[in-house]
């Protein structure tokens, strides 16, 4: 495709458009076919506007990647980085050569421009929280066009993971200086303010706006319902031959709310690769439509830990149940009183293995024999269905008292109602069963647990002011360094909603942490400061036994989701089982970059 | 006559103004607004605190720290100036947003009016004036069943059985070759080969219900007294049911006519969403969920007006039919 | 004309008795006496008191409880009764296969296990039921977490068939008395409800509901949550009727017999109730039976969108929305079953609605 517009001139040749030293295209997988050829355009769909899923498949250009296995950092678009000896000062050096999508070369001026505007009060971009050491944000020096400095007030050995870490951040400091400072107000006399500035600034929607993704954003039709992306030429990855990457042309990506206009599509062999949106639940009927659709199916390791998990909110607002809440033998009986293998039968058809709410079971922090011994410690703690174990634990708990129904009494002589919430039954369907096998468990137990369903919105907003008493999240994690709520709690979510929110906003709101939490929370800031990697995976094992011996604090249902990708026949080089593709944060499946992806138009 | 017009007019404008007014009040009811969830969002994914600040100044900046009226004052100067607000979710412009998908709602609206008018009109004046005879009744069954299955389920049992019987996947307006190519015949036929099945689940509803009410008040007329005089008058039967006893039997239908409007407007909505059409009703749908309330607004207030002005209609042309209306 | 002319005869020798009787039958008791002379319309009014009594009495009639949760019975097809002189009325066991790439269950009926079929059967936990067997006996097959649909049906039809009611009967009042009102007194009043009606209309049902639902507390229990919920709905429905009952009023408004009453100093009300509404009767009745299936149906697009009946309630709507997947339309077409009771109860009520309203039409005869 660009070949003819080289010829006309209108492009230059392929040795000024590429970088000196391009990336090379890891293909460490099963599924990887060789050099593809060019050509073709990849038909899939998209559920969102904002392209969320898309962004994950090739809408990460960092300055380091996460590997393929997620084990550390490769070189992104820069070659190399290197702290000083205490951890405060970072240096990075980016590739010679880089060009954005129009050409214009990419340097450190971007990067600056981009911390500029953090700095600046009137724009929306705030310091990322990464960046803070003991409430102080870091300075930014670009000596030279190829070379970052970041100086931070203490040690921060966690900023390169920071920058690799999902699409979000290099989505906003690959910021295009030569095209917005335009609707910038202080370099252009036509804008006051930010308001056209960051609306040029949203990489789904502008295709004016340069990239340096593999596609850059070509059309966006009907309010986001057709988008079509194409081939950039500029993009600095490149295969083992040396052939600038992608091979395919175009993409063409539909929005499609609906879950059975999507099954129909993936029939009809309308979609030629799709990695996300595609339910388990429909399984039988997609390997059954393969050969009229002309399709396989693949199953990718999620690496979840919690197909959902349940969350139990530490501060809740009703005093008497916060009370039993933080009583650890309350949520051991909680935990004892789900039928894991039924929830495993019933909603996922066996699919899944029943356990314990944990992060990934591929997470980098347990590798080795003793991270493995100590995961399989995590996933087997209190999973087993024992109803006789819970209401023996609820006995001691002096819960002996009962109401007329059978149920039991709190310590203020009420009824003890459990109220979870669980999203509608055409939204997710999964949870919704799983609801009800909890709640048959735990009314067995003597606990009124009642479902509440809210709608759409309202269900997340109680989560995340933490209104809820129970509630239910997937959980899935490979990096508890740059995600870390799923054992240590730094954010407003899942079951420590308050105590995240005093972490988060540094003292000013929520709950201040007490008794585990606090623990909890000196070890996260203990990593942060530590310089050794190992020794870091250390403390989050010594996190994890704590969650051990004093959680759950999130109960565990089933796990391991296999995830089910879609790919046409004609559509080659994806991995059979690729990375784990649960957590957004390491950005799967564009770790695999499926930019060597290619279409052949003759079966084999 | 044309005084009747313009009185109808003027009173419709209050009238507007009470649902902006409502509309924008209602949506807000759920706890929260749109940017706590938002906020939400962005931490799930991103984890970091700078969001909150982000946050704040978005809701400056759109105005939602301040009291109700006045955010509905700003939304309805601007709205009276053509400039909607923007939508939070999609982060443009409404109008954009709207006008884009706008066309194709209207399509497929008045082409199930149509649809329903056209059909069930006939028939339940076949059906009245056969009545109690097999056609009748296999007509009136017909016509139950028709009412009584949901749209959401016919939607997609249709859309699965052209697949499995034609081989051809049906849902969009467009297929993919025909997409965002130039209008051309080819395209245009393309176009009615997917209208079909919308057109028909939506109509499916409104033109039962509709043929038992025709079929109804036809048999009402065709019972009163002035009926027997033209018959004794020797008139045909033909003049009779047409000149004297539809024309007055038409007359509830005309002004349920500006009722169906928003039923066949967001009655598709659903419909839109199961086949997957670029249409306002999932906009306004998913507007709704998120609470983005300038596009939720607009759309709420698009239909209001589509609404009083097909009720408008539909006055005056029962004033055309009926004279003894005018002079009120 | 001509084709009325056979039931004019049957009436007159139905009611060989002395005419001074038929002189002297109040309004509603004529209404009963033609309309009992329509033998669809009876069938159909028995339809529905029959569904009414096996939905109140689902405990009785229901082979198994609603929300039995059967793991390794999931997505059974329909079995079906046999007869034979030795074992009497039973069903055939089951086998079954697991699809080792889908992990699903795939059954066939077993001829070698019989289990007999017993009438008042007493189940696990003690219940009393109409029909039930120590095995397996599933009428209408199962869903995906192995509960009997038959039973669902049953249980689903006391949601759906009650609250329907509810909402119609609150519509129809407020309908016909504001409508004939308005058409009546015209003037101001009458612009007054219009603009009002107009409001109302204006609302698309979605936005109304889903802010009534996010209101609702979180502890109420999923049926009164569904009554609250349906009496909004009405509150804003009884404006179509009205609408229309005022197009006939304002028709009938100027008739003769409407001046002679007045002339008569007869009151407004007077008039209104014994002259005009009687008159509407019959579209008031029309509009209400149509208007049933609409709330039924109403109550599915709410499960649609998931406001509807809370688990583990179930409702007829509930159990179509669970159906409303492309994998159950091909695999599992079974569940689509409960489409038949909302169809059946829909044609029974506009039958009904239909016989009713030639009862009750003056003119007709």
């Known amino acids: ?604 | 006559m044309i005084a009747y017009v313009i009185r109808r007019c003027l009173l419709a404008i209050p009238t507007l103004l009470a649902i902006t007014m409502i509309s924008f009040v209602i949506i807000q009811l759920p706890e929260g607004d749109y940017l706590d969830r938002k906020i939400q969002q962005l931490e799930e994914q991103y984890g970091d605190s700078s969001s909150l600040a982000r946050v704040e100044e978005l809701r400056v900046r759109y105005g939602l720290d301040r009291p109700m009226p006045v955010r509905y004052a700003k939304w309805i100067w601007g709205f009276v100036r053509g400039d909607f607000g923007e939508s939070f979710e999609y982060e443009r412009e409404v109008n954009e947003l709207i006008w884009e998908r706008l066309a194709f709602t209207v399509l497929i609206s008045v082409a199930s009016l149509l649809f329903t008018y056209a059909v069930a009109i006939p028939l339940g004046i076949y059906s009245a004036t056969h009545q109690y005879k097999w056609s009748d009744h296999l007509l009136t069954f017909l016509s139950f069943v028709g009412m009584s299955l949901p749209a959401f389920l016919v939607a997609l049992a249709l859309m699965v059985f052209a697949f499995e019987v034609f081989g051809v996947p049906l849902f969009g307006l467009f297929s993919s070759y025909y997409e965002g190519a130039p209008w051309t015949w080819g395209k245009f036929a393309d176009l009615l080969k997917h209208l079909w099945i919308p057109v028909v689940v939506v109509g499916l509803n409104g033109t039962a219900g509709l043929m038992r009410i025709m079929r109804g008040n036809l048999l009402d007329v065709l019972g009163q007294p002035f009926v027997l005089t033209a018959r004794a008058k020797g008139l045909a039967e033909r003049v009779v049911v047409f000149k004297h006893a539809v024309r007055i039997a038409v007359n509830p239908l005309i002004s349920i006519l500006g009722m169906s409007l928003p039923t066949i407007l967001s009655g598709s909505a659903i419909v839109s969403i199961v086949l997957g059409l670029p249409t306002v009703g999932p906009l306004l749908l998913k507007s709704l969920l998120s609470e983005d309330i300038y596009l939720a607004g607009t759309l709420i207030t698009m239909l209001s007006v589509l609404l009083v002005a097909g009720n408008l209609l539909a006055d005056i042309a029962l004033a055309w039919v009926d004279p003894r209306i005018r002079y009120e | 004309m001509s084709s009325d002319a056979p039931q004019l005869d049957a009436d007159a020798t139905a009611e060989a008795e002395p005419a001074a009787e038929l002189g002297t039958l109040s309004y509603r008791q004529l209404i009963w006496r033609r309309f009992r002379r329509r033998k669809l319309a009876m069938f159909c009014a028995g339809v529905l008191v029959l569904f009414y009594v096996v939905a109140v009495g689902a405990g009785f009639f229901a082979p198994y409880h609603y929300a039995a949760i059967r793991t390794e019975l999931r997505h059974v097809p329909p079995q079906s009764l046999h007869y034979s002189g030795s074992h009497g009325l039973h069903v055939y066991g089951l086998k079954s296969v697991r699809n080792p790439e889908t992990m699903e269950l795939e059954f066939t009926p077993d001829p070698r296990q019989i289990h007999a079929v017993r009438f008042l059967h007493r189940d696990d936990a003690g219940r009393l039921c109409l029909v039930g067997s120590d095995g397996p006996m599933f009428l209408l097959g199962t869903d995906r977490m192995g509960r009997d649909l038959l039973s669902r049906i049953l249980y689903g039809g006391r949601v759906s068939l009650t609250v329907g009611l509810v909402g119609v009967m609150l519509s129809l009042v407020l309908g016909s008395i504001l409508g004939t009102v308005s058409g009546y007194f015209g003037g101001w009043i009458d612009i007054l409800i219009q603009r009002f009606i107009e409001i109302l209309a204006a609302f698309p049902a979605i936005p109304l509901w889903m802010a009534l639902a996010a209101a609702l507390p979180a502890g109420w229990s999923s049926i009164k949550v569904y009554f609250g919920i349906t009496v909004i709905l009405s509150l804003v429905s009884w404006g179509g009727l009205a609408r229309q009952v005022r197009g006939k009023v304002l028709a009938y408004r100027e008739q003769d017999f409407v001046l002679a009453a007045r002339a008569a100093c007869a009151g407004h009300w007077h008039i209104i109730t014994r002259h005009l509404l009687p008159g509407c009767y019959s579209h008031i009745i029309v509009i209400s039976t149509l208007a049933i299936p609409g709330m039924i149906l109403g109550e599915t697009a709410l499960s649609f969108l998931g406001l509807g009946i809370r688990p583990p309630m179930t409702s007829w709507g509930v159990l179509l929305e669970e159906a409303q997947r492309v994998t159950v339309l091909l695999h599992y077409p079974w569940l689509l079953l409960p489409a038949v009771p909302v169809l059946v109860v829909v044609i029974a009520y506009n039958f009904l609605g239909d016989a009713l309203r030639d009862a009750a039409d003056p003119y007709s005869d």
């Open chain 1, 1 to 604: 495709m660009l070949a003819w517009r080289v010829a006309r001139g209108q492009l230059p040749p392929l040795a000024d458009r590429l970088p000196e030293k391009p990336l090379v295209a890891g293909h460490a997988f099963e599924g990887y076919e060789g050099p593809g050829v060019y050509g073709g355009t990849w038909h899939r769909y998209h559920v969102n506007p904002d392209l969320g899923t898309w962004k994950m498949v090739a809408g990460y250009a960092p300055l380091m990647r996460w590997t393929y296995d997620c084990s550390g950092l490769e070189a992104g678009l820069a070659e190399s980085w290197a702290f000083n000896d205490d951890g405060t000062v970072l240096t990075l050096r980016l590739r010679k050569g880089l060009r954005w999508s129009d050409g214009h070369p990419y340097t450190s001026e971007s990067f600056a421009f981009w911390y500029e505007l953090c700095l600046d009060g009137r724009h929306e971009y705030v310091p990322p929280v990464w960046c803070r050491v003991g409430g102080e944000a870091m300075t930014v020096q670009t000596p030279d066009e190829r070379t970052i400095v970041m100086k931070f007030a203490g040690p921060n050995w966690l900023a390169p993971l920071w920058l690799a870490t999902g699409f979000w951040w290099c989505d906003w400091y690959n910021i295009p200086k030569h095209y917005m400072v335009r609707f910038h107000p202080d370099y252009s006399d036509e804008h006051d303010d930010f308001i056209e500035f960051q609306r040029k600034n949203l990489t789904h929607l502008n295709p004016d706006r340069p990239s340096m993704w593999p596609w850059r954003l070509a059309t966006v039709e009907q309010g986001g319902y057709r988008v079509t992306l194409e081939r950039n030429p500029y993009y600095y990855v490149v295969d083992d031959l040396g052939r600038q990457l992608p091979y395919i042309d175009r993409v063409k990506t539909h929005l499609v709310p609906d879950p059975q206009v999507r099954v129909l599509k993936i029939l009809a062999g309308e979609v030629d690769c799709q990695y996300r949106a595609v339910e388990l639940r429909d399984l039988a009927l997609y390997l059954k439509g393969r050969d009229q659709g002309g399709y396989r199916v693949l199953r990718w390791p999620s690496g979840s830990g919690g197909n959902p998990s349940i969350l139990v909110n530490w501060s809740d607002n009703d005093p008497a149940l916060r009370k039993l809440i933080r009583d650890v033998r309350f949520r051991k009986a909680l935990a004892a009183g789900i039928d894991r293998a039924k929830c495993n039968q019933i909603a996922w058809r066996g699919l899944l293995e029943p356990q314990a709410a944990t992060i990934s079971r591929e997470a980098w922090h347990f590798h080795g024999p003793e991270g493995k011994k100590l995961f399989a410690q995590w996933e087997q703690a209190d999973a087993q269905f024992d109803l006789k174990k819970a209401n023996a634990l609820l006995d001691e708990m002096n819960l002996t008292r009962r109401d007329a129904d059978g149920y039991r009494l709190r310590a203020d002589g009420k009824r003890l109602t459990l109220i979870m919430d669980v999203p509608a039954g055409n939204l997710n369907l999964q949870e919704n069963d799983i609801g009800l096998i909890i709640q048959a468990g735990w009314r067995a137990m003597g606990i009124d647990a009642v479902l509440n369903t809210p709608p759409g919105a309202e269900l997340v907003l109680r989560r995340r002011l933490g209104e809820f008493t129970i509630s239910m999240h997937g959980e899935a994690e490979m990096d508890l360094f740059t995600y870390p709520d799923w054992v240590f709690p730094t954010n407003p979510l899942y079951c420590h909603p308050k105590v995240g929110l005093w972490y988060q906003s540094g003292g000013q709101k929520g709950e201040a942490p007490t008794g585990v939490m606090k623990r909890l929370l000196d070890i996260y800031d203990e990593i942060k400061k530590e310089k050794d990697i190992d020794a870091r995976h250390g403390l989050v094992r010594q996190a994890v036994r704590i969650h051990i011996e004093e959680g759950p604090f999130h109960l565990g249902t089933a796990a391991r989701l296999p995830h089910v990708v879609i790919a046409s026949n004609r559509f080659r080089n994806v991995p059979t089982s690729g990375p784990v593709l649960g957590p957004w944060a390491v950005v799967s499946p564009a770790i695999s970059f499926p930019e060597q992806c290619f279409i052949r138009e003759a079966p084999p």
